[in-house]
């Protein structure tokens, strides 16, 4: 069964149309980037997800309409939407204390554990902590949960890299297993692109790409191509060109891997680089 | 309803300074108070004092010292109400500032995400809200009061055995200094009634405000009365005149629990009743003229439809994401 089934959803705030008739699945045991510029969509269709707006079209997650059965939801999903929402004013102890007690699938000895591997202290006030500090405490919770979706919305914004590192190492080692999926989106696209099995590209409210990233990998080519051979390349319809070096990089959808290899050196690309590559392409 | 309990724990911990330390600094300053007042005034009577006025009240009390428990314990009385009222008043300002921040603070830092991330119902929420505003302060307030009375009546009797060496009296025939806390006691539940329809438009405003709370919560009422008075609508509609000042008014100062508005009305009912003996039988009457009361009821209910709008709204919101 998807943990998320979405048909036709839309979403409009007055004039400006948030989402536009988007479809897609997300099966159990995946880890899907969601990708997109600032205003594309992402929030609002994170906020549909989580039951938090209301919308058009057709929404399951879990089997459930998240906004008319969203008490039931939570019970099985978490989010973090960035590191700044924990209350200030709580005491560590007392916020593990709540949620203990509001929440059936929390396990306070993994909390424990969990929470043993940070610096943060359990009198200590949330305002007291740095920002780094929130956000472990934040992602311990989250991980204590046996939820069967977690949904991160940029999540380490704002932390260093170390931080940023950690978060998504503990999250990949010490939660992530088949039975659980996890959907994130960040901008910095590069550090999460080793831990995810999907991808999902929105611009204005559309979807433009959606594969696994097997399929990426198997879809998409970049060329280096010396000058000589450029347009060369270009007969070959590549999706984006940039200049590096005085070298042009060529990205190619479906295109035969050995035409490709002839005119240069071949690589998968970066999902940073396809991001650029094909909103740029929509945009034009 | 099973989050009730951690969701009542969550607003004591989140207010704590406003709704235990509040009522207990403002008793303890009243008690403090008292003290200094019966040290001047012991001292007074003790010392051989040259004026006309001191001679007479210790020739008074020279001669019946068994007078002095009586006037003592009623003048405490008069203090314990005293003391009732402004720990009560306090409590409703602390009440105030707690409503109108109640579904508005935490959409400003937007910790409200982290809450609705949890499988905690959003009526739920506001429901625990409700019972901090409209009997969790009130009781705190009236255990804070209680102790004030008793640490009042301690130094009172302190100062009435040196005096006269005796404390027949002060213990009359049925603990009359505390009788005002038995009626306190049963106007808490009547005042939850009571003041629903103000905890709910206040808790409506925060939930709606998106800035500024506070004038959400005071013009509108304010305006309406406010034309009521200058374009005699109400009086139009066959109804007295100024109907909603009346009404607002009414709601605010009429509040069962003794306030500092109401003292004047009630302190001569209650002085009155706490001659030993006489208290007894009043002490439901009170009672139950509120419950004959349909404001009470109409009130509550209005109180009510705020609440559940207030949730509704809550509920919808979504500018926090």
């Given amino acids: ?46 906020k549909a997800v989580l039951g938090l707006t209301d919308f058009l079209g057709e929404l399951k997650v879990l089997g459930l309409n998240p906004y008319t059965q969203r008490d039931e939801l939570m019970q099985s999903v978490c989010f973090i939407a960035d590191v700044a929402i924990l209350p200030r004013w709580i005491r560590v102890g007392d916020l593990v204390a709540f949620t203990q007690s509001v929440h059936p699938k929390f396990d306070r000895a993994r909390f424990d554990a969990l929470i043993a591997q940070t610096e943060v202290k359990p009198l200590a006030r949330v305002r007291e902590l740095s920002k780094g500090m929130v956000a472990q405490l934040h992602l311990s919770l989250v991980m204590a949960i046996d939820a069967k979706l977690l949904v991160l919305d940029e999540p380490t914004l704002g932390l260093d890299i170390i931080y940023r590192k950690r978060f998504y190492d503990t999250l990949l080692n010490d939660y992530f297993d088949q039975e659980k999926t996890i959907i994130v989106t960040t901008h910095q696209v590069e550090e999460i692109q080793h831990i995810l099995t999907d991808l999902i590209f929105i611009q204005h409210g559309r979807i433009i790409l959606d594969a696994s990233m097997d399929q990426v990998s198997e879809r998409f080519t970049e060329v280096l191509v010396t000058p000589a051979r450029a347009d060369a390349a270009r007969a070959l319809k590549p999706l984006n060109e940039r200049l590096v070096f005085g070298k042009h990089v060529f990205l190619y959808d479906s295109v035969d891997r050995q035409t490709l290899a002839a005119l240069g050196e071949i690589n998968v690309p970066g999902v940073a680089d396809l991001f650029v590559a094909t909103m740029s392409e929509k945009a034009a | 309803m099973k989050n009730l309990l951690p969701l009542l724990k969550r607003e004591f911990q989140e207010h704590r300074g406003g709704l235990l330390l509040t009522p207990f600094i403002a008793g303890a300053v009243l008690a403090v108070l008292l003290v200094l007042g019966l040290v001047t005034g012991a001292s007074g009577l003790l010392k051989v004092q040259s004026t006309i006025g001191g001679e007479i009240t210790r020739y008074a009390i020279q001669n019946n010292p068994e007078l002095i428990a009586p006037a003592a314990s009623k003048a405490l009385q008069a203090f314990g109400l005293a003391a009732a009222a402004i720990i009560n008043l306090t409590c409703a300002i602390v009440v105030f500032f707690y409503c109108l921040g109640s579904l508005y603070d935490d959409r400003k830092d937007r910790s409200i995400l982290f809450w609705r991330s949890l499988p905690v119902s959003d009526a739920e929420s506001v429901i625990a809200k409700v019972i901090t505003a ?37 213990l009359g025939g049925n603990f009359s200094f505390f009788s005002g806390t038995v009626q306190h006691l049963i106007a808490l539940p009547i005042h939850v009634l009571w003041v629903l329809p103000v905890v709910g438009w206040l808790m409506l405003a925060s939930a709606f405000a998106k800035t500024k709370p506070f004038l959400w919560a005071v013009l509108p009422p304010l305006g309406i009365a406010i034309a009521d008075s200058w374009f005699d609508v109400t009086r139009n509609l066959s109804m007295p005149s100024n109907t909603v000042f009346r009404l607002i008014g009414e709601r605010l100062f009429d509040d069962p629990l003794p306030m500092a508005a109401n003292l004047s009305r009630d302190a001569v009912g209650l002085i ?50």
């Fill in chain 1, 1 to 46: 069964m998807s943990v998320i089934q979405a048909h036709n959803l839309s979403k409009r705030y007055g004039a400006k149309i948030a989402l536009d008739q988007i479809s897609f699945s997300v099966p159990a045991g995946r880890i899907v980037g969601l990708i997109g510029p600032n205003g594309a969509g992402k929030t609002t269709a994170l």
């Fill in chain 2, 134 to 170: 409209a009997l969790v302060a009130p009781a705190i307030a009236f255990v804070a009061t209680v102790a004030t009375q008793m640490l009042m009546w301690l130094c009172g009797a302190v100062v009435v055995l040196v005096t006269s060496g005796s404390l027949k009296g002060m």
């Fill in chain 2, 272 to 321: 009155g009743s706490l001659v030993p003996g006489a208290v007894a039988p009043g002490i439901f009457d009170e009672a139950l003229v509120y419950l004959k009361m349909p404001s009470l009821w109409l009130g509550a209910l209005a109180g009510a439809a705020f609440i559940a709008f207030a949730i509704f709204l809550r509920r919808k919101s979504e500018e926090a994401y």
